[in-house]
């Protein structure tokens, strides 16, 4: 059984972590939603041979959720001190967070898990505008020297890594300005990198600065895994996008390295793997070879507005249904995408960390009519849902599927599932597909009138089933009530009824989602 802290302060936070290091149990800790101001540290000796999580409280987002350094120290430090090798594995992970504004002229800003026999994963989180010294902007991650009983695995996984800065330190060495990931000498693991968004991470120094997005490897025994990331618009001197320096293997499938900037290896830099595996990516700049490859691109990869660090990809995207399922397993092919979407819902697997859907339109009402367009779904008809709730099917084809809304839930984001008739396959997941709206009035026309004055009221996702219409607590007789099923644009007509109460009064309307007001002056 794990001991389980529930916390809502940065007091309460450390407490837990001080606990968790000597209690000789597992440990969870939940942090509620709001900001942490601090740096908060966890110090396991030898012989707390247990198990560590941090993350969010169930329903948070991991922007609910912030370790916030104010630019002064590491934010959260996690070492085992005495550099141990006693035949145990133990598991570390920090997931649903955000983890900002560290700042430090040595090691990293971000996050520092330097230990030895631990299985360490972070995931889902958010690492942003920390600063560093001679390594590591956002995250530091290590195996330590010793721990050699057994193999262990440090793992990143759907994590939005931006806008971090190493600087050079007083030994003139500055690495990793996103992540920085090694196992050390006497201790090879197996380095898992997947689905993350890499962006505008920066290497500064005036010698030799290396690695602007990701710096990974240092022992020729590690094995090393890039799958489905995208690598975007970051900054060194050598390996813009990612450098690579010793590896047994490095096997680099399905990602997207593009614009990133160095004198040598703009998008990736090779220093000594013993092999190199790539297949199905996009980049522009190599430094050194394969010694595998196939199927890679060169061009655009269409991203819907990268400029504001939304890497979905456009329709046109030549990403789309370029990616392979030939992944090494372990670890093989993720299961999900970077926001929790099926990895394949097309043909194949697109390159990135998003895999392509469209669903026009992304949010309604009850009587919202919604396509879902893509592939593999099969000619034989399936069931669609939002949530739990089924779609009322009215065409259903292998590219493309047409559905109604026809019952009420409350708003929300809803993930939106397929599921085919084919035998044995899974449900096709589109993470946050749709959002159900309540009514949204925009205006009143006109904004006054007496008993019997026909009103007409206009705005969004009214609903195509007629609700109500209240004035001052009163039902009004609703003449028309529309909504277009597509893109929600609404209009009711009604009367004003008797017996109001001159002046201003409170005009409602309701449907089975929710309701909306505005005010109207009876005369």
């Known amino acids: 059984m794990a001991i389980v802290f529930h916390v809502t302060d940065a007091t309460e936070f ?20 709001g900001t942490y101001v601090g740096n908060f540290s966890y110090y396991p000796p030898e012989t707390e041979h247990r198990s560590l999580t ?4 169930s329903g948070t987002r991991p922007e609910d959720v912030i370790l916030d350094g104010q630019n002064s120290g590491t934010v959260l430090v996690m070492s085992d001190l005495n550099d141990y090798a006693d035949g145990f594995v133990r598991e570390l992970r920090i997931a649903g967070i955000t983890v900002q504004n560290g700042n430090v002229s040595y090691g990293a800003g971000g996050i520092h898990a330097r230990l030895s026999s631990y299985n360490t994963s972070i995931a889902n989180c958010i690492i942003k505008n920390n600063r560093g010294g001679g390594c590591c902007g956002g995250i530091f991650m290590a195996r330590d020297f010793k721990g050699q009983a057994a193999l262990t695995t440090l793992t990143l996984e759907d994590n939005l890594i931006l806008d971090n800065t ?4 007083s030994s003139h060495y500055s690495t990793g300005g996103g992540v920085f990931v090694v196992g050390y000498s006497n201790s090879s693991c197996d380095i898992v990198i997947k689905n993350n968004i890499i962006a505008r991470n920066t290497v500064q120094g005036a010698t030799d600065p290396q ?11 590690n094995t090393i895994h890039l799958i489905g990331n995208t690598i975007y618009d970051n900054l060194a001197q050598k390996g813009g996008g990612v450098y690579f320096r010793n590896a047994q293997a490095a096997n680099f499938y399905n990602n997207i390295v593009y614009s990133n900037t160095a004198t040598q290896g703009g998008d990736i830099y090779f220093e000594n793997p013993i092999t190199a595996n790539g297949y199905n990516n996009n980049y522009s700049n190599l430094h050194g070879t394969w010694t595998d490859s196939g199927n890679n691109l060169n061009t655009d990869p269409l991203f819907v507005d990268a400029g504001d660090n939304d890497f979905h990809l456009l329709p046109t995207s030549p990403m789309i249904n370029a990616g392979t399922t030939a992944v090494p397993d372990p670890p093989g092919l993720p299961t999900t995408d970077f926001e929790g979407s099926s990895r394949v819902i097309n043909a194949a697997p697109d390159i990135g960390a998003y895999e392509w859907s469209r669903v026009i339109p992304s949010e309604g009402t009850i009587g919202t009519e919604i396509t879902v367009t893509g592939s593999g779904y099969d000619i034989k008809k399936g069931k669609i849902l939002i949530g739990t709730a089924s779609l009322k099917i009215l065409e259903w084809m292998g590219d493309s599927i047409r559905s109604l809304l026809s019952k009420a839930l409350p708003p929300d984001t809803y993930d939106l599932t397929i599921r085919t008739k084919t035998k044995g396959s899974s449900p096709i997941i589109i993470a946050n597909g749709f959002i159900v709206k309540a009514p949204d009035i925009d205006s009143v026309e006109p904004t006054s009138g007496s008993a019997g004055d026909e009103i007409t009221i206009e705005g969004s996702f009214f609903g195509t089933k007629k609700g109500k219409v209240t004035l001052g607590g009163k039902t009004c007789k609703v003449l028309n009530w529309t909504m277009d099923p597509t893109t929600g644009g609404s209009e009711i007509e009604f009367v004003v009824p008797k017996r109001l109460t001159p002046g201003v009064n409170e005009l409602k309307i309701i449907n089975g989602v929710g309701s909306d007001t505005i005010d109207f002056t009876v005369e």
Request: a negative charge; aromatic letters at 8%.
């Open 54 to 57: 941090i993350q969010g409280e």
């Open 166 to 169: 190493v600087i050079e330190d």
């Open 211 to 221: 690695g602007g997005g990701i710096w990974v490897g240092w022992n020729p025994s």
């Open 14 to 33: 450390q407490n837990a972590l001080n606990s968790a290091k000597n209690n000789g149990e597992d440990d969870i800790i939940y942090l509620a939603a």
